[in-house]
C-alpha cells in the first residue's frame, strides 16, 4: 500500500492511518426533467425544458476504519447505493470529498478499483457461460494476483466454506444462493483492502443466508478487510456490524455503534403478556418513561394473567422506528410530538 | 497484504497484457459456444441468409442494370466482397455494441466499472461472434471470384496492401457502430440509431462517386461509409490514378477509431447510473 | 368495454413512445440520411441505365417507392421477437402469461400506441416531403382511404409473423439467428429493399403469393395506383390476399403459441 500517497491527500482530522474510507460534506445532485401526467402532458414534454434538481446524497460526513463491518443502512431511495457508486469511482460527487484508500475514487477508479471488491445482490459481475473456476483464473488474471496469494485464498474458500460444488458449474446453472457466494468469493478473491456488499443476502433461504454471514465474519477476520454492507435484512446486521450508519433522504442520520442503537429512542423492551383465554397482548414500553413492574401491576388488577414475557428488542423493530421517525419529522418541525405520536401508534 | 500489493511491477497492463487476457476469454467463451450447437446452427443459418439475401438484390440489380456510375459487375462484386471482408471485425469482435442500451437501460452497465481494466475492453471482450467468420468466408469467396474475372495481378505487394486497406476499412466500421452505440449514454430511445447505421453499411458496396456535393462530404467525413470499401478498394483496383483519400484512409480510419472510443468513454463518464 | 381496455393500452404506449423525446428526433433525422442515400444510388443507378423507364418504372416512380417503403418499414417495425427472448431469459414471460388479458391480445395493444406515434412522426412527414418534392406525384383520392385499409391489414399481417417467430424463441436462445433470417426474408421479398417490379419474371410469381407482399408492396401499390389499381376488380384480390394471409397467419400463430406455451409448462420450464 502506498503510504505516502494517503499522507499527502490526507485531510484533516484524519490522523488515523488506518482509515479505509473518509468522506467530507459529500453532495450529489442529479438534474432530472420535470414529466407531466397524461397524453398532453406526454407531448407537452417533448418540447419542455423544466428540469429539476434532486439532491441524492446531502452532506454526508463519514470515516470507516480499517476491518470494520458496517452496516449501510436505510429505506429504499435513500441515497445508499449513489453512495457507494461515489465510493467505488463511478459516479463524481457535486461537491465534497471522498477519499478510498488514500486515493480520490472518481479521479482514479482503475487505480481504485485494484483495491476493492463489489457485489451487488441479484446482479451476478461473473461470466455468465464460464465454470466459476475460470472466472476466478480470469479474475486472477485481471487483478494480476501472484499464484501464491491466489492458491492461499482458494485454501481459505475451502475451509470456510463447501466450494468443491459450485467450483465447476457454469454460473448460468447455479441457483441464486449459489451465484450469490460465487460473487462474494471472487470479490475478495484480489484480496482487495474494502469490500461492498449490496444486499447480498436478499432472496436467499435462512440457511444459505447463514452461510453467506459466516464467510463474510470468516473473510473479515483473516484478511481483515473493510466490509461495507448495505442491506434491508436486520439478521445481516445483527450477525455481522458492530457500527451502523443510517442515511434517509440523503442525510446521515444515524451513526454510532448497534448498542447504542437501541438506546436511540430510550429504552425499549417488549412486554408480553398471556391472558387467561391464552390470547397474548404485546407492548413495547419505554423504560426511561414507564416501568415494566408497573405496567404488570396495573395489568394485573385489570384482569389475570397467566404468564409474561420480557424481550429485548429486535434491531429491527429500532430501524422501523427511526425510519418512521424520519419520515414524520419531515411532515412536522415538532419532532419530539411526532416521535410521541408515533410511539403512541406502537402501542 | 500491503505486501503483495507493494512487490506488484508499477507499470503494467500494456497491450500484451489486454491480448492475453482477450485470449483467455475467447477460449473459454468458444469452449461454452460448442456446447449450444443448436444455437450455433441457428445463427449460422441466419448469417447465410443474410448474405444470400444481399447476393440476390445484388443480382436483381445487375440484371436490370449493365452497370453503375462506370462500374461493372465484376468490379462491383469485388466491392461487395472488399466490403464484407472488411465487416467481419465489427461483427466478431465488436458485437456486444448491440447489448450496450439495455444494459445501461436496466443499470447492470455498472459491473464493467469495477475492474482495475479497460472499460471498453472490458465490455467488448465479453462477447466474441463466431457466425462473423461465415461472413468472412463469403467475402473471401467473392473477391476472390472478381479478383480472377478482373485479372488483378498476385504480388506480394498487392497482399500487402490488400491486408492493409482492409484494416483499415474495418476501423471505419467499427468507428460508426461505436459512435451509434454510444448514444445510449445520454438519450433513451436511441436504440434505433444503432439499426440505422447498419444499414448504412449496405450502402457501402456501391461506388461513393455516386454521392455529390454536401452529401459526399458528409458519408465521407462525418458518417465515413464511402471508407468501409470504395476508398481502401481503390488501392487494388487502380494502377495509377489513386485518390490521395485512400493513401489518407489508414491514418483516418485509426483516427475515427480513436474519436469513436473517445466518445464511447465519455459516455461512460457522464452517465450516472440511475437506472436500476 | 373491452374496447376501452384496449385503448388504455394503445395511450400508455403512445405516453410510452413520447418519453424518448430526443430519441425519436434522432431517429427521423438517421431516417432522412437514409433516404439520402436511397436517392443517390438510384439516381446512380437509372443515369448509368440510359434509359428513363425500367420495367415500367422511372426514377420518380422507384423513388416514391422506396421512400415510402422505409417509411413503411419504420412505422411497422416491431421488437416482438426481441422482447419475447428478453422476457423467456429473465423468466418475466410468466408474469405476462399471468395478466388478465389474453397474451397476444395484450402485446398487439401494447404496441399499438407506438404504431401511432411512428405512423405520425415517420410516416405523414415522409408522405408530405415526397408530395412537395415531386409537385404532387401521388395521387390523391379514395386511394388513401384503401391505402389506410390496406396498411391496417398489412399491420396485423406483419404482426401474426412477428408472433410466430417470436413463438420459436421458446425453443432456442438464439434470437439472433431467428430474428435475422425473418428480417431478411420480409425485406427482400415484400420488395422493401427492391420493388418487386424488378424481379426475374418467375421469381415474381412465386413473391406474389406469398405473405410478405401484403406487407409493403400492396399498400404501396393501392396507394400510387400503380396499373390502375383503383377498380374493384384490382383492389379485390389483393384484399383478398391480405385477409386470407391475416386469417391464416393468426391461427397458425395462436395454434403454434398454445401448443408451445402448453408443452413449456408441462415441462416445468
Partial sequence: ???????????????????????????????????????????????????????????????????????????????????????????????????????????ERTKNSERIGVVFGQRSQLWWSLPLIESFRLLRDIYMVPKKDYEEMLELYRSLVDI?????????????????????????????????????????????????????????????????????????????????????????????????????????????????????????????????????????????IKDIQLQEISTEEVIKKIYENSAASKESAAVSDVAEKKEEATV | MSDTTMTKPKARRGFGFYVRIYRKILVQDLKSKMSYRADFVISTIGMIMTNLSGFVTFLILFKNFPSINGWDYYHMLFLYGFSLIALTPVQCFFDNNWNLRFQVQSGDFIKYCFRPINVFFYFMSEVFDVKGLGQLAFGIGTLVYAWVHIGIPVTPLVIAKLVLFLLTASLFMIAIMNAAAATCFWIVGSGYVMVIMFRFKDFAKYPSNIFHGVFRILF????????????????????????????????????????SYKFWMLGVSKYDFTGS | MNMRRHLALTRAGIMESLQYRLGTAVTLFANLIYLVLVYFLWRAIYD???????????????????????????????????????????????????????????????????????????????????????????????????????????????????????????????????????????????????????????????????????????????????????????????????????????????????????????NGG
Fill in chain 1, 1 to 107: 500500500m502506498k503510504k505516502h500517497t494517503f499522507r499527502k491527500h490526507k485531510l484533516e482530522g484524519t490522523d488515523k492511518m488506518e482509515n479505509a474510507i473518509v468522506m467530507k460534506n459529500v453532495c450529489k445532485d442529479f438534474k432530472i426533467l420535470n414529466r407531466h401526467e397524461g397524453l398532453k402532458g406526454s407531448i407537452r414534454d417533448l418540447f419542455s425544458r423544466d428540469y429539476k434538481t434532486i439532491s441524492a446524497v446531502k452532506d454526508v460526513s463519514l470515516e470507516i476504519a480499517r476491518g470494520e463491518i458496517i452496516g449501510y443502512l436505510g429505506p429504499n431511495g435513500a441515497g445508499k447505493s449513489t453512495t457507494i457508486k461515489m465510493m467505488t469511482g463511478v459516479l463524481e460527487p457535486t461537491s465534497g470529498e471522498i477519499m478510498v484508500n488514500g486515493l480520490v475514487p472518481y479521479k
Fill in chain 1, 164 to 304: 468443491e460444488p459450485i467450483l465447476h458449474k457454469p454460473v448460468r446453472q447455479m441457483s441464486l444462493g449459489q451465484r450469490t457466494l460465487s460473487d462474494i468469493l471472487a470479490a475478495f478473491l484480489h484480496n482487495p483492502a474494502i469490500v461492498f456488499l449490496d444486499e447480498p443476502t436478499i432472496g436467499l433461504d435462512v440457511s444459505m443466508k447463514a452461510k453467506i454471514r459466516s464467510l463474510i465474519q470468516g473473510l473479515n477476520a483473516e484478511k481483515n478487510t473493510t466490509v461495507i454492507l448495505t442491506t434491508h435484512d436486520m439478521g445481516d446486521v445483527d450477525a455481522l456490524c458492530k457500527r451502523i450508519v443510517i442515511i434517509d433522504e440523503g442525510k446521515k442520520i444515524y451513526d454510532n455503534d448497534i448498542e447504542h442503537l437501541k438506546s436511540y429512542f430510550g429504552s425499549y423492551r417488549t412486554l408480553r403478556i398471556r391472558h387467561a383465554d391464552d390470547t397474548w397482548e404485546e407492548r413495547v414500553i419505554d423504560e426511561t418513561k414507564e416501568d415494566v413492574m408497573d405496567v404488570i401491576m396495573k395489568k394485573q388488577k385489570e384482569q389475570k
Fill in chain 2, 220 to 259: 465521407t467525413f462525418v458518417i465515413p461509409i464511402a471508407f468501409v470499401a470504395y476508398y481502401p478498394s481503390l488501392a487494388i483496383l487502380e494502377s495509377e490514378n489513386v485518390p490521395v483519400l485512400t493513401w489518407c484512409a489508414p491514418a483516418l480510419g485509426v483516427l475515427f477509431f480513436y474519436l
Fill in chain 3, 48 to 266: 448509368s441505365a440510359g434509359t428513363d423507364v425500367v420495367n415500367g418504372m422511372t426514377f420518380t416512380d422507384t423513388m416514391i417507392y422506396l421512400i415510402l417503403a422505409t417509411a413503411l418499414f419504420n412505422f411497422l417495425e416491431m421488437f416482438v421477437v426481441w422482447d419475447m427472448s428478453r422476457s423467456i431469459q429473465s423468466g418475466k414471460i410468466i408474469l405476462d402469461l399471468l395478466k388478465p388479458m389474453n397474451f397476444r391480445t395484450y402485446t398487439f395493444w401494447s404496441y399499438s400506441g407506438s404504431h401511432v406515434v411512428l405512423f405520425t412522426l415517420t410516416f405523414i412527414p415522409t408522405f408530405i416531403v415526397v408530395m412537395i418534392v415531386t409537385n404532387g406525384a401521388i395521387p390523391m383520392g379514395i386511394n388513401l382511404l384503401y391505402f389506410i385499409i390496406a396498411t391496417v391489414l398489412a399491420l396485423i399481417v406483419n404482426f401474426s409473423m412477428e408472433m410466430i417467430v417470436a413463438t420459436i424463441c421458446l425453443y432456442t436462445e438464439s434470437t439472433w439467428g431467428i430474428n435475422i433470417v425473418k428480417e431478411t426474408i420480409v425485406l427482400l421479398l415484400s420488395g422493401a429493399s427492391i420493388p418487386l417490379a424488378f424481379f426475374p419474371e418467375m421469381f415474381r410469381k412465386v413473391v406474389e403469393f406469398l405473405p410478405f407482399r401484403a406487407v409493403y408492396d400492396i399498400p404501396l401499390t393501392i396507394l400510387l395506383k400503380k396499373n390502375g389499381t383503383d377498380t374493384l376488380e384490382e383492389l379485390l384480390p389483393m384484399f383478398g390476399l391480405q385477409l386470407a394471409w391475416c386469417v391464416i397467419l393468426t391461427v397458425a400463430g395462436i395454434l403454434f403459441w398454445n401448443h408451445s406455451v402448453r408443452k413449456i409448462t408441462v
